[in-house]
T-cell receptor, first 106, second 129 residues
């Protein structure tokens, strides 16, 4: 089983900030990593797949990088709509999610 | 545009069987995998398992002994049964499409990789005694 570890668990930031969330896999997953955004009471929304491919309609302030075991999700200039919980997920072998990073307003 | 509509019983007693169904509207039912994921209150996401249009399944090893998934291609629906539920199975259950977006050649083998691009709205299931 591949374990996914996100950091930090909680991130406090302000509108306009640049924020980065890190996700580490317990073994190499090449680039088979997705990032999701989830708001309270809603289903997760796919933002990025294959580590860096932005989904259609997702703002360009979101970007993903990494390969192997270390990955990052960056929001270049935080907007009010971005406060949510973010999950990484590996899909190289079955699926495993990180524990989530709650992005809250400072 | 693909949409997933899910339904099922929301209140169960311990030892009963959880039963949920997800209908797929729009897009192709074949060529993808169809997953169930759950989220206990205030916690993270856990993948339960997946099935394709041919009935091929992959289950989370931690739940495998209690899970059965099935598919009805005539209705573009897939279903989840989870036996012998306990309070620990209380969660919001989501269905999702595993979209076959990527392939890779490793040696002489071709591998397909599926990322979850469309999700249902979720069904709350509570197990109470």
């Amino acid at each position: 089983d591949i374990q996914m570890t996100q950091s930090p668990s909680t991130l406090s930031a302000s509108i306009g900030d640049r924020v980065t969330i890190t996700c580490r896999a317990s073994q190499t997953i090449n680039s088979w990593l997705a990032w999701y955004q989830q708001k309270p009471g809603k289903a997760p929304k796919l933002l990025i797949h294959k580590a860096s491919t932005l989904e259609s309609g997702v703002p360009s302030r979101f970007s993903g990088r990494g390969s192997g075991t270390e990955f990052t999700l960056t929001i270049s200039s935080l907007q009010s709509d971005d406060f949510a919980t973010y999950y990484c997920q590996q899909y190289k072998s079955n699926y495993n999610f990180g524990q989530g990073t709650k992005l809250e307003m400072k | 545009q693909v949409q997933l509509q899910q339904w099922g019983a929301g209140l169960l007693k311990p030892s009963e069987t959880l039963s949920l169904t997800c209908a797929v509207y729009g897009g192709s039912f074949s060529g993808h995998y169809w997953s169930w994921i759950r989220q206990p209150p205030g916690k993270g996401l856990e993948w339960i398992g997946e099935i394709n249009h041919s009935g091929t399944t992959n289950y989370n090893p931690s739940l495998k002994s209690r899970v059965i998934m099935s598919v009805d291609t005539s209705k573009n629906q897939f279903s989840l049964k989870l036996r012998s539920v306990t309070a620990a199975d209380t969660a919001v259950y989501y269905c999702a499409r595993g979209f076959r977006g990527d392939t890779a050649v490793v040696g002489l083998s071709l591998f397909y990789y599926y990322h979850m691009d469309v999700w249902g709205k979720g069904t709350t299931v509570a197990v109470y005694s």
